[in-house]
């Protein structure tokens, strides 16, 4: 379904030199400002379902890891003692 966007001066001039430097329509420029907008937007609900199943997951076992326990496993990323996740615990 077609949709109108109106955009301000100055908005509508910064897509079209944005377009013009791309070598694109300004209609590209926004459908694809628009397409990232809503990736960004899905991403971070779907960050904080995740989040709200870890709390009720937590809240349902008690199963957790501490911050130390966490901030110890990143300290080996990228080093040759690097280790998978550690496992949680009560």
Same mark, same amino acid.
């Given at each position: 379904?077609?949709?109108?966007?109106?955009?301000?001066? +100055?908005? =509508?001039? /910064?897509?079209?030199?944005?377009? /013009?430097?791309?070598?694109?329509?300004? =209609?590209?420029?926004?459908? $694809?400002?628009?397409?990232?907008?809503?990736? /960004? $937007? +899905? @991403?971070?609900? @779907?960050?904080?379902? $995740?989040?709200? @199943?870890?709390?009720? @997951?937590?809240?349902?076992?008690? /199963?957790?890891?501490?911050? $130390?326990?966490?901030? =110890?496993?990143?300290?080996?990323?990228?080093? +040759?003692?690097?280790?998978?996740?550690?496992?949680?615990?009560?």
């Amino acid at each position: 379904m077609p949709r109108l966007v109106q955009l301000d001066e +100055d908005l =509508d001039a /910064r897509v079209a030199e944005i377009a /013009r430097a791309r070598e694109l329509s300004p =209609d590209q420029v926004v459908r $694809e400002a628009v397409s990232e907008f809503v990736a /960004r $937007e +899905d @991403a971070h609900e @779907a960050f904080g379902r $995740e989040a709200v @199943a870890s709390w009720e @997951a937590y809240l349902a076992t008690g /199963r957790h890891l501490t911050s $130390e326990e966490v901030f =110890d496993w990143l300290r080996t990323w990228g080093t +040759d003692r690097e280790t998978g996740i550690p496992e949680c615990h009560d």
